[in-house]
């Protein structure tokens, strides 16, 4: 290595604590704003460049290069992304957090003829105000990243003759992985179209054209659908209501065979009264002045499944499915059965 090519090195060695800062400070500002922006990312990655791998890479250009400051990719810093749409909405975060080199900049995404394939990755060289020296940041996707790490380990771009029929395989494998990362994208795409659809048929009141599902179920309590039969029943000891999630209880409706979202709501119409009624049985000689705001949903599969016939055994294994398997369901099956014995609903 010639003299200029040391002095470089010297410079690296002189630079490294700000070199260190500047990675840190890097990272803490991309992790805040995908925070901030409510993106969600396989990986946030940075790293310095070791000695080793600068000398290295002055011996093979270590003339184009005036000073430390030349050299771009002394610290790095990658985002890999679930999807190829992020990449995108994460490069324009980038845009308005740093200043960007657009010269020395590359989407590699664009640079493929229409009959080749392979390694794809957006980067963008950036300054932070403050620090002497820029920095590299790489976006790509998780698939990408796969591909990128195969390569190198393959030694597919490092020069090495390999025999024209492993290049073609690699090709192709290559165009399978821009497929995928594609597809992907768009079958995300069109779960996003849906949940917007059902939203919009939950809040237009079209109930029977929504399949009861995870996503449904939840859209449908957006709606509050149960808060006018838990504020009745709290009423009864003045409660207070406890909120928790009632997403557990979609099996237990679908064993009730509702299929839609209009099935749980006739069920809701149909039971609540007598739900209520159950409530205030249970409640009534109590000092219990905290409820969950499951009770409402709770009392109407105990009211469903008693006056269909379920008796003793259908609660105990609704307790189950919610509560996991175990003795204490027996007992609360039973107390619950003594406590509805002689309303209205169980002599239909």
């Not at 991309?30 to 409510?38: F, V, Y």
């Not at 939840?218 to 406890?242: G, H, T, V």
């Not at 009534?284 to 499951?294: E, H, L, R, Y």
């Not at 016939?309 to 294994?317: D, N, P, Q, R, V």
């Amino acid at each position: 290595m010639d003299l200029h090519c040391e002095m470089i090195l010297e410079e690296y060695r002189a630079a490294l604590p700000e070199l260190e800062r500047l990675k840190e400070q890097v990272l803490t500002t991309l992790r805040e704003a995908l925070d901030r922006n409510g993106l969600i990312v396989t990986a946030v990655e940075g790293r310095v460049k070791t000695e080793e791998s600068l000398a290295g890479k002055l011996a093979l250009k270590g003339a184009k290069y005036t000073s430390l400051q030349d050299i771009t990719d002394l610290v790095g810093a990658r985002i890999i992304t679930f999807y190829t749409s992020d990449v995108d909405r994460i490069a324009s975060m980038a845009e308005q957090l740093f200043e960007i080199d657009w010269e020395n900049s590359v989407d590699k995404r664009k640079l493929h003829q229409l009959d080749s394939f392979g390694y794809n990755s957006l980067h963008y060289v950036c300054r932070v105000p403050g620090f002497a020296f820029r920095f590299e940041l790489q976006l790509r996707t998780t698939l990408q990243h796969a591909w990128a790490a195969i390569n190198h380990d393959t030694g597919y771009k490092s020069g090495i003759e390999i025999p024209r029929e492993y290049m073609r395989q690699m090709s192709r494998l290559a165009g399978l992985l821009e497929m995928a990362d594609d597809e992907f994208s768009r079958i995300r795409m069109e779960i996003n179209d849906y949940r917007r659809r059902v939203q919009n048929l939950v809040q237009n009141g079209k109930l029977e054209d929504v399949l009861l599902d995870g996503d449904t179920f939840r859209s449908f309590l957006q709606a509050k659908p149960l808060d006018a039969l838990n504020r009745r029943i709290a009423a009864i000891n003045q409660a207070e209501i406890q909120e928790v999630p009632l997403i557990r209880y979609l099996r237990v409706l679908k064993e009730l065979k509702c299929n839609t979202l209009g099935d749980v709501s006739r069920l809701i119409k149909t039971y609540s009264e007598d739900a209520y009624r159950l409530a205030r049985h249970q409640l009534g000689n109590t000092d219990i002045d905290i409820i969950s705001s499951a009770v409402g949903l709770q009392n109407i599969c105990i009211v469903c499944i008693l006056s269909t016939g379920g008796g003793k055994i259908g609660l105990e294994h609704l307790f189950d499915v919610l509560n996991g398997h175990n003795s204490q369901n027996t007992e609360l099956a039973e107390l619950t059965f003594r406590q509805a014995s002689g309303l209205p609903f169980m002599n239909k």
